[in-house]
Each structure stands twice: as C-alpha cells, then as structure tokens.
C-alpha cells in the first residue's frame, strides 16, 4: 500500500484528504515511480476548486521527482533504479509512489536532488519555453517585464534572463520579495502593483517591454497591457487571481499592434526531442549553479491542505515542495 493526497469533491483546501492506496503492477507502457519528493504548484489548486475539471474522486498534483521501481512489458530507455522527474502527468503526483505512462518521464541527472527536480520541474521548463521558444527574437538588451518576479517560476525567469543579458523589471507585492528578486537578477523591481505601467514606462524611456510576462491574471492584466511596448508581445501563462478578461482585438491595435499569447506549458513539452532539449539546458543550468533553485517552504505531504493554504495566501516566496 502507497499513501495518497486524494479529493472526492471541489472545495477549499479542506477537501484534501490523506489515505491509503493500492498501487498495482505497470501495465504495458506504464512505470511504477516511488517518490522522493512532490511539486507543489499554484496550478494544483485550480484542480481542488473545480476551475480545471477533473473526474472525481482524483489523486492531486502532477509533479515529482523519484526511482523507478518496476516497469511494464514494452517500456525501452527506462529500468529499475533510474533516477527520473516528471511534470504535466496525470493527476496523482501527490503520492509516496505511483504508476504512470512512462511518456511523461525525464531522466535526471545524478548533480539534482530528488527534491531540486520536484520544486523546479514546471516551473524550471515553463521558465525554458518563456525565454527560449515563446519570444525568440528576444536578445541581450532588451526589457521584459515580469509580474510575479519572486514566485517560483519568477527567480527563475530572473536568473535565466540575466545569463542571457534580457532586462528584467519585476513586480512583487512586498519589499522582501523585492530583495529577493533584485538578489536573483531582476533588474528593476515595482512594489505593488499601483500605477505599475506609467512606472514601467519611466524605466523604459516612454518605450513599454519588448514582452510582458503575467502569471496573475485578473488583478493585473490591463496593467500589463499598457505596460508592453508597440508591436511587443504579452504572455498570460497564468492566472493566479482569476482568469483574464475577453480580449479586444481592436484595443490591441489602439495599443500599438500588441499581440497577446495564453500558452500551455504541456505544448512546448509534447515533443519528446524539444522536451529532452529544454530540460537539457535547465538541469546544465542548474548543475552548473549559475540558475539556483531554492526551496523556501516545505510541507510533510500528508499536509497538503495546509501547504495550498499558503499557496493561495501568497505568502510563498519562490518554490515550494511536498516532503515524503
């Protein structure tokens, strides 16, 4: 018997419940992974509440880093021992261990913690496709903004664009996390999120940013409009206070023939080639230590609930991981 974080109605962070279950033998094409330790994403709550359907009951979370411990008939390039991380499986990541399709495997190298990989997995390759594949045109010297800079995802985008010589001027909610992004490479931090475009545009010569990063959505979206620079781009890649209104193509061309993108990180990983190529340059990143992923809150994973308590607080200061 394996232990589980499972939920058998939406709700609040009180419908996570812990329990025993039944992992089973692999079936063809499937592994059984025993868990080291367990991502904990701001996504998972969007499960909890219903706002991403899921069949009930369910497991919860879709991030972990382990051992492989058995394999099913037909599975080639995996075995017994191997070290392997994962993100965007389905649901049930919140587990001591578990079987899944080995499609969703990612071998880590022997230089990465268990828990590492576990708290920057998704973040770390939702990072790798914002910088590397969604604006490929963007080079050393240009200004993007990021709200969010000192989340999970944000220290992150901070210190891959400092490598790639990418400006970047962050918002946070707080002075702390001001200085924890300015210590991670933000540039330029805004506190708060008053008046963030004219402030953006002081910084920018009246310009704006080339791209505009906003994983919060609602309570931030027109801001980060107005903050982007004609014929740039802003990228919605997450919607931490609630979905974003509907898009006016119409006021895009007002604003300066502004293109506006809502991506899936699970696009840019379906390919098994392009998958291997980012995660190849984020773990060279990270083993190298010139991309440092701190674990700033950590959760026994039988208190899950009160993990995603924090998580919807924001109180979180960059990543977070679920301990076994």
Known sequence: MAGAIVFERTGGPEVLEWTDVHVGEPEPGMVRVRHDAVGLNFADTYFRTGLYPAPLPSGMGVEAAGVVE????????????VRVTYTGSPLGAYSTERVMPVDSLIHLPDAIPGETAAAMTMRGLTSAYLLRRIAPDLTAGDTVLLQAAAGGVGLIVCQWARLLGIRVIGVVSTQEKAEVARAHGAAEVIVGRDDTARRVRDLTDGNGAKVVYDSVGAATYAASLDSVAPRGLLVCFGTASGPIPPIDAV??????????????????????????????????????????????????LREAARAHVALESGASVGSSVLTL
């Open 70 to 81: 058995e394999v099913g008939p037909g599975v080639t390039g995996f075995a017994p021992g």
């Open 251 to 300: 006021q895009l061309a007002m604003k300066g023939s502004i293109k506006v993108t809502r991506p899936a990180l699970a696009d840019y990983i379906r390919d098994p080639a392009e998958r291997a190529e980012l995660a190849g340059e984020l773990f060279g990143h990270v083993a190298a230590g010139d991309i440092r992923i701190e674990i700033n809150q950590r959760y026994p």
